[in-house]
């Protein structure tokens, strides 16, 4: 992250809605001004064009052709400039939008990458997906549009009023009567909007949740005859979701109705009002025109500050879905001290998943260079069990040690240059094979050490095979890899890492007996001095260890080695 993004995240203060609003102001605070100082000029020009026609019409009846052609020009150039002063006011407000929208997602990826592993376990993928992309895009319009446009719809009101209270106060105070009324019963009806927006709003992730989750396992889903169910479920989601809909929709035209209605009112009040004026000879003919003009402009921008501010609300409570990911904790920086050895211990750890208890004080030590096999069947706690390790669950009781140092208290940084884990699922990123392989330590591992370990990973010939080796991108290799040979790749990234302890999650599950073997060996040749976790539904694994973990649904059994075959 460079030094100003770093600056900007200071500045941004994520205490309330309003607050964060306003800080995301301030750093555009120029740019932001240029555009409200632009769209108040333009605002003056436009209405200042009625009164050149006010004061054009007394020329036509003075029959003074000299000034009418003044008069004719000078409204050419308001046009003119009032058309340049709002070009200028909306690419002010989206030069600062962009600059800003960038800032709020660096600030959202930055407290992303810098949370606890914890925090993030707590979030859906379609959730943050959304909230990063969707909702921060939502930032664009509230900024870079609705600024500009709320600010132009307040000040024409005013300017009206203005210009009629030139001609007669009266007429004024008659135009604004409407509006108190207008808005005290629109707050009544909307009184508890806000809340359905929040309900709206959770409808909505839960909707996405469900399509995400769809999508994604379609083909799963499909193998196994359970697309119907699956379809059902996001049927009712979608549902649900309409049903809330109508509600939300109800409330919001109810209130949109009543204050354009009220609102707009006005003008069966101006006129009326106005032609008495008129009749008794309190204003002349050319402003009874100009208070009927008047008094049908105000009617456009009481009808769109309505539609602004629903459209307002809707970009509000964009903000709001990303304060949580902005206030997400931060993990602290501060180094815990070096283990004095890669001793790993577990000390009393107790794991549940809500209420049942999956591993019940369990203790155990890995010397280095050691190699264990945690065996048992599905749902039992295996990989519950190494992702405590890794940070990724919380533990009931107990605690992980290496060296006598606590992972519970140092940062994923540490941790991940101590573990690695080759997971059951690999996850490829965008970019080349060697990308996904190596990371951060592109410029930085030998090209001997990378060859090694492909040959250990038995990858060697399937890299030889792809169009530009370690160079093809993912998109095309991984149509041309296994699922077995995507597998390795992700355990060769482990590998890479060269951390003193490796965690094998069904690593070996898409091998045969003989490959996963030889595989196996291959590691323990490779890297005798690494302690190697091994989560296998597979008895035959723990041949290949020096001890085993058997787990099941019900307790935890002792540990024992290869030698020790007594049932358990």
């Avoid at 890794?390 to 573990?419: D, F, H, N």
């Amino acid at each position: 992250m460079n030094t100003g993004s770093s600056k900007s995240f200071d500045t941004m203060n994520t205490d309330s809605t309003t607050s964060f609003f306003w800080s995301l102001i301030k750093t555009e605070r120029m740019r932001f001004s240029l555009g409200v100082a632009t769209t108040i000029v333009g605002c003056c020009a436009e209405v200042t064009v009625y009164l050149i026609v006010f004061y054009a019409a007394h020329a036509v009846q003075a029959k003074d052709s000299v000034l009418l052609l003044w008069l004719a020009g000078a409204m050419v150039i308001l046009v003119i400039a009032r058309l340049a002063l709002m070009s200028s006011a909306y690419w002010f407000c989206h030069l600062a939008a962009y600059r800003i929208v960038q800032k709020v997602r660096e600030q959202v990826v930055h407290h992303l990458a810098q949370a606890p592993l914890l925090e993030l376990g707590k979030w859906h993928r379609s959730d943050l997906e959304k909230r990063v992309l969707r909702d921060s895009s939502r930032l664009t319009l509230l900024l870079a549009h609705y600024g500009v446009e709320t600010l132009s719809l307040l000040l024409q009101p005013i300017l009206y009023i203005a210009l009629m209270s030139w001609l007669d106060w009266r007429l004024a105070l008659v135009a604004l009567v409407p509006l108190p009324i207008a808005l005290l019963l629109q707050m009544r009806i909307m009184k508890f909007f806000p809340e359905q927006q929040a309900v709206y709003n959770q409808s909505v992730a839960c909707v996405d949740k469900a399509v995400f989750d769809f999508v994604q396992g379609a083909s799963v889903l499909k193998q196994f005859l359970k697309d119907q169910v699956s379809l059902v479920q996001l049927d009712n989601a979608i549902q649900s979701h309409y049903d809330l809909m109508q509600t939300f929709t109800r409330t919001l035209i109810k209130g949109w109705t009543t204050f354009t209605t009220v609102s707009r009112s006005s003008v069966f009040l101006v006129v009326p009002f106005g032609g008495w004026l008129w009749s008794i000879r309190q204003i002349s003919d050319m402003e009874l025109v100009l208070v009927v003009i008047l008094s049908l402009a105000l009617m456009k921008p009481w009808l769109l500050a309505t539609q602004m501010q629903g459209k307002t609300m809707e970009a509000f409570d964009a903000i709001n879905q990303l304060l949580p990911l902005l206030r997400m904790p931060v993990e602290a920086s501060d180094r815990q001290r070096e283990p004095t050895d890669f001793t790993l211990r577990a000390e009393h750890l107790t794991l549940a998943q809500a209420d049942r208890v999956l591993i019940n004080d369990l203790s155990l030590e890995l010397k280095p260079g050691s190699r264990i096999a945690i065996i048992g069947e599905s749902g039992c706690g295996k990989s519950t069990l190494v992702n405590s390790l890794m940070g990724l669950v919380p533990l009931k009781k107990g605690a992980w040690t290496l060296g006598g140092c606590s992972l519970q208290e140092c940062s994923s940084q540490q941790r991940a240059q101590w573990i690695a884990m080759a997971a059951q699922q690999t996850f490829l990123f965008r970019g080349s094979i060697r990308d996904n392989l190596l990371l951060d330590r592109v410029n930085s591992t030998a090209p001997d050490f990378v060859a090694q370990v492909l040959q250990v990973c038995e990858l060697t010939s399937v890299i030889e095979r792809l169009p530009n080796g370690l160079d093809s991108d993912v998109g095309e290799a991984s149509r041309l890899l296994s699922g077995g040979e995507t597998q390795r790749v992700g355990l060769a990234r482990a590998l890479l890492r060269k951390t003193p302890i490796l965690i094998l999650d069904e690593v070996t599950a898409h091998l045969d007996t003989v490959t996963e073997r030889r595989l196996l060996d291959n590691l323990l040749l490779a890297f005798p001095q690494q302690t190697q976790i091994i989560i296998s539904h597979r008895a035959t694994v723990r041949d290949y260890c020096e001890a085993s973990l058997q787990l099941s649904s019900v307790a935890v059994h002792p540990l024992h080695t290869p030698f020790e075959q007594e049932e358990v």
